[in-house]
């Protein structure tokens, strides 16, 4: 397993999937702070790309630093600039999922020359200030209706955005585009990859800095793809779409039926989706993906 020296000499790690001869994608994983192992080989996405899925300080195979308020997002972007480094790569392709893109969206602002194609999946609204609002949440909820399991969690949802409850498992369903045994199997799992008490830093006080990211971003030159999920009320579509009209140039897909984990519910449309963005000879999405912008 690869290694190499962060900016305070903390030693991270990745891992590698795929061939070795085909373009590298940088992987950067969510949680927030969680390992990259629940990222797998992103629906068969290293059938195509050499991915190197990168564990943040202090989860999966790095190592813990001595200065824990490291784990702020602002400062855990200078890690991704130290893989680059140690890869010797002029340029990156990043993709990021979730609390993770927050890392990625900093790095295209701090080092816009370093950054060739970015893939922000399902991602966070912290980075650029963007407002997710429970009527968003809501009726992206509402279209699971049909659901056995949707009343329970509907509830549980609505005293969740209202402040007036905290019965978060209740609404795990929502999560996935099927809560079928394999999500549940999932949603197992990824509670134990995350790094709690670095979680608890990544956002503190300092971490973003909206105004100055929002203006860098202005001039971005690479290219750039997000993808939503229909169903996916952490990071709707409505806001991913306000996020793409932030990037100049910026493409949008939104996956049908695809919650906050696209690559499990349609691995062959998140696939096609991300792999025609990053220069593969597909030129038509599957009917599965919606795409925009």
């Not at 999922?97 to 950054?115: C, D, E, F, K, L």
């Not at 056995?148 to 969690?153: E, G, H, L």
């Not at 978060?168 to 929502?174: G, H, L, R, S, T």
Request: charged share 25%.
């Amino acid at each position: 397993m690869p290694t190499f020296a962060a900016f305070d000499g903390t030693e991270l790690a990745f891992h590698e999937h795929g061939d070795g001869a085909a373009r590298p994608l940088v992987c950067v994983p969510g949680g927030p702070m969680h390992d990259s192992r629940y990222l797998g080989d992103l629906g068969g996405l290293s059938a195509h790309r050499r991915l190197i899925l990168f564990d943040p300080r202090g989860t999966g195979a790095s190592g813990v630093p001595s200065d824990l308020s490291s784990y702020r997002c602002d400062r855990l972007v200078d890690d991704l600039e130290a893989l680059r480094e140690h890869l010797a790569f002029d340029r990156l392709d990043v993709l990021a999922h979730s609390a993770g893109t927050n890392i990625a969206v900093m790095y295209a602002a701090r080092y816009p020359q370093q950054i060739d194609r970015l893939v922000l999946v399902t991602p966070s609204a912290a980075a650029l200030d963007l407002t997710v609002t429970a009527e968003m949440r809501l009726s992206v909820a509402r279209l699971r209706s049909a659901e056995p399991w949707f009343a329970d969690a509907f509830a549980a949802l609505e005293a969740i955005v209202a402040g007036d409850g905290e019965d978060w498992q209740a609404i795990d369903p929502f999560i996935y585009g099927r809560w079928d045994a394999a999500a549940q199997a999932h949603r197992a799992d990824d509670e134990r990859g995350r790094n709690d008490e670095a979680a608890a830093v990544f956002a503190a006080d300092g971490a973003f800095d909206p105004v100055a990211t929002r203006a860098a971003l202005a001039d971005f030159a690479g290219r750039a793809l997000l993808v939503a999920g229909e169903t996916d009320l952490n990071s709707p579509p409505a806001m991913v779409a306000e996020m793409a009209a932030l990037l100049p140039g910026a493409e949008l897909v939104v996956q049908r039926e695809a919650g906050h984990f696209p690559w499990l519910d349609d691995a062959a449309a998140f696939t096609a989706a991300v792999d025609g963005f990053l220069g593969s000879d597909a030129s038509e999405l599957p009917d599965s993906v919606v795409a925009a912008g």
